[in-house]
Every structure is written in structure tokens, then in C-alpha cells.
Antibody
Framework: QVQLVDSGGGVVQTGGSLRLSCAAS????????MHWVRQAPGKGLEWVAF????????YYADSVKGRFTISRDNSKNTLYLQMNTLRADDTAVYYC?????????????WGQGTLVTVSS | DIQMTQSPSSVSASVGDRVTITCRAS??????LAWYQQKPGKAPKLLIY???SLQSGVPSRFSGSGSGTDFTLTISSLQPEDFATYYC?????????FGGGTKVEIK
């Protein structure tokens, strides 16, 4: 069965960096696009970034462009999100999500989420 | 960016009720719309994709309709496990955007 396990969250100071990971299993990771989606405490969902199955054609939300980098290691079935120059409004639960198998750009499986807290 | 507007933001309903949630896109998105259910402390779960297709394993009391700019999620007979927050999401173009959510509460 599909499993996505998010990790790497924690408390970091404003301006700091953090790298999130998402370990995938139960499907052919190297054939699937992947996303990061975040949710600030008590708020709605915000799409963050997408990476194509082969690592090409990355896309970002304007709110993170130039600060966050999505990447993947298909040999390790792992997705990453490098987050630099973190700000207070980056505080959120970050979920990795698998691109839908039946339709593009939907999220058919999600990780459990990892909490990032940016404090001053 | 395409803005997604959901209404209502919350609804109180009883078990067995029919519940309808609407989602409006700021520009036409054809049928590139998905619906998700999220329970407190949990990741969202895909319910509906391409506006009206039921995700595998999702009960048939959930249905979706619409195209262009106006969409609807209907729960035909609300069950206790359906009390949650529901989000629509446009899958038409980057950046993908979500509606603000509709919380379905127990009356």
C-alpha cells in the first residue's frame, strides 16, 4: 500500500534553514510527480511546490520562490524540501503528497505531515 | 492566480441530512477540480477528482458536480464519520489553489 512518511520538522529561528524529507513506498516513486502542501495552524491548505517524476520542471508558490527548493532522489524513494531564509509565516504543518494516478495535479495520497515552527 | 471561494464556511447538520458545499473559481477551470476531507490532526483525504469522479474507496454518498467556474460537493446522507472540514482545489494550472474550507459540524 502507498505510504508517505514526512520528517525533518522542528523549531528554527527566523532566517534559518531546515530540510524536510518524505520517504515513499508502495508505489513506483520514480514514475510519479510529487508535491509539498502546507497548513498554518488553524488555517487552510496552501500548495507549496511540485517536482516532476524525473526531477525536472519544478514549480513553486510565489510565497516560497527563491527560498525553498524541492528535490528528489529516486534511488532512495525520497522527496525533499530545502527551506532557507525562513520567516514566521512559514510556520505550518508540511505534507508531501503524491500526484494523482488517475488525473494530473491532484493529491491522491498524503504523508502524515511534519510541523515546522519558525520563531524569533 | 486562480482564486477558489467556498461556501458556506461552516454548516451545522444532523446525521442523515443532505449537505451541499459550493466552490467557485475566479476563472474557468473546465472540470479540473478536486475535493478533500480533513479531520482534526490528520492529513487531507481525496474524495472527488475531475469534478465528479469518485476516488476509489470513497462511499457513494459523496458526489461532485459542475464545470467551468461553479462546483458542488454533496453528501446525500450525512454519517457520523463525515463531520470534518472539506476543501476544494483547482488542478487546472500552477499555482494550485484551495478553497478556504467548509467545516461540517454536528447540529
Amino acid at each position: 500500500q502507498v505510504q508517505l512518511v514526512d520528517s525533518g520538522g522542528g523549531v528554527v529561528q527566523t532566517g534559518g534553514s531546515l530540510r524536510l524529507s518524505c520517504a515513499a513506498s508502495g508505489f513506483t516513486f520514480s514514475s510519479c510527480g510529487m508535491h509539498w502542501v502546507r497548513q498554518a495552524p488553524g488555517k487552510g491548505l496552501e500548495w507549496v511546490a511540485f517536482i516532476r517524476y524525473d526531477g525536472g520542471n519544478n514549480y513553486y508558490a510565489d510565497s516560497v520562490k527563491g527560498r525553498f527548493t524541492i528535490s528528489r532522489d529516486n534511488s532512495k524513494n525520497t522527496l525533499y524540501l530545502q527551506m532557507n531564509t525562513l520567516r514566521a509565516d512559514d510556520t505550518a504543518v508540511y505534507y508531501c503528497a503524491k500526484e494523482g494516478g488517475v488525473a494530473a495535479h491532484i493529491f491522491d495520497f498524503w504523508g502524515q505531515g511534519t510541523l515546522v515552527t519558525v520563531s524569533s | 492566480d486562480i482564486q477558489m471561494t467556498q461556501s458556506p464556511s461552516s454548516v451545522s447538520a444532523s446525521v442523515g441530512d443532505r449537505v451541499t458545499i459550493t466552490c467557485r473559481a475566479s476563472q474557468g477551470i473546465s472540470s479540473w477540480l478536486a475535493w478533500y476531507q480533513q479531520k482534526p490532526g490528520k492529513a487531507p483525504k481525496l474524495l472527488i477528482y475531475t469534478a465528479s469522479s469518485l476516488q476509489s474507496g470513497v462511499p457513494s454518498r459523496f458526489s461532485g458536480s459542475g464545470s467551468g467556474t461553479d462546483f458542488t460537493l454533496t453528501i446525500s446522507s450525512l454519517q457520523p464519520e463525515d463531520f470534518a472540514t472539506y476543501y476544494c482545489q483547482q488542478a487546472n494550472s500552477f499555482p494550485f489553489t484551495f478553497g478556504g474550507g467548509t467545516k461540517v459540524e454536528i447540529k
